[in-house]
């Protein structure tokens, strides 16, 4: 694309500029980190061959009730074997958030590679791997207590089956973290969406499905979609390789205030979504 480079150089002021941005961090800042989305339709083919299931059903809340043993297999092998280090990417997100522009990521990814980057103020919309729990007496249990368990992992103290701490097909999202997030979205001066694509359900919740009033949004990923014409910049690109570019170094830390004492602009009327 021609104008990427006018793209660039557009939302790098729109990032010096903002002071209340939200981040949406999608499939791709996982693939960026070397992890597999089982979600594309290569993976799903790969795990049907070998499990004779597709992943939704063995993520899915009656597998985990009802065949404990095969979701497990599954959950192992697939979701904790290897466990991800956070890419470059998320350094850089790290500055932004240093310079006390980022007010809330929000991810539907449950890799923890969020915490582990060192970013505050998350939003875990579908949980994280790191925090499996005893149904029965409310134990916790790290992601290596799960990894290393034979069969189904059971509490030490009362043998109940682990809860893994993601959320699985059938359950819903907590109304406290959604709310959280679609407030978050509606109050900031900027939205960078990363990894993923407007039609992505977490980026339609939090910015309005399309329609309504909502601040600025960039969207920054690889793949193009049919709906990044939602969007109101685009760049096709690595995370990794893009965030480097729109991350001004030269802006002094600065300590965010706690949300309490922000005072609330009006948001920005959303140009495209005007009618
Ligand atoms: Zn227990």
């Known amino acids: 694309m021609n104008d990427q480079n006018g793209t660039i150089a557009k939302v790098k002021q729109m990032v010096r500029d903002a002071n209340n941005i939200v981040v949406l ?12 989305n089982i979600w594309s339709s290569r993976e799903c083919y790969r795990l049907e061959e070998k499990y004779h299931k597709s992943p939704d059903e063995m993520m899915s809340v009656e597998y985990y009730s009802a065949r404990r043993d095969k979701f497990f297999e599954f959950y192992k092998n697939e979701i904790i074997a290897n466990i991800l280090e956070p890419a470059s990417l998320y350094d850089e997100l790290v500055i932004l958030q240093k310079q006390g522009k980022v007010s809330k990521f929000i991810t539907q990814n449950y890799y923890n590679l969020e915490c582990k980057a060192g970013l505050e103020d998350v939003i875990e919309l579908h949980g994280n791997i790191k925090h499996n729990i005893c149904p029965h007496c409310g134990k916790k249990f790290d992601v290596e207590y799960m990894q290393k368990a034979k069969g189904v992992p059971t509490c030490d103290e009362c043998k109940c089956a682990i809860r893994p701490g993601v959320l699985l097909f059938g359950e819903k999202i907590l109304n406290g973290p959604m709310t959280e997030a679609v407030n978050a979205c509606e109050k900031a001066d900027l939205i960078l969406v990363l990894g993923t ?12 499905d399309y329609k309504g009033e909502r601040p600025p949004l960039v969207l920054i990923t ?13 760049i096709h690109d690595k995370v990794c390789d893009v965030l480097p570019q729109i991350i001004s170094k030269d802006l002094p830390e600065k300590k965010r ?5 922000v005072i609330v602009k009006p948001v920005k009327q959303n140009k495209a979504a005007k009618k």
């Open 25 to 36: 961090l999608g499939i791709g800042t996982v693939i960026e980190s070397g992890g597999e």
């Open 197 to 208: 694509n407007m039609y992505d359900n977490m980026v339609r919740f939090c910015t309005g």
């Open 222 to 234: 690889k793949e193009e979609h049919y709906t990044d014409r939602y969007a109101d910049l685009v």
């Open 257 to 261: 205030i706690k949300e309490e004492d």
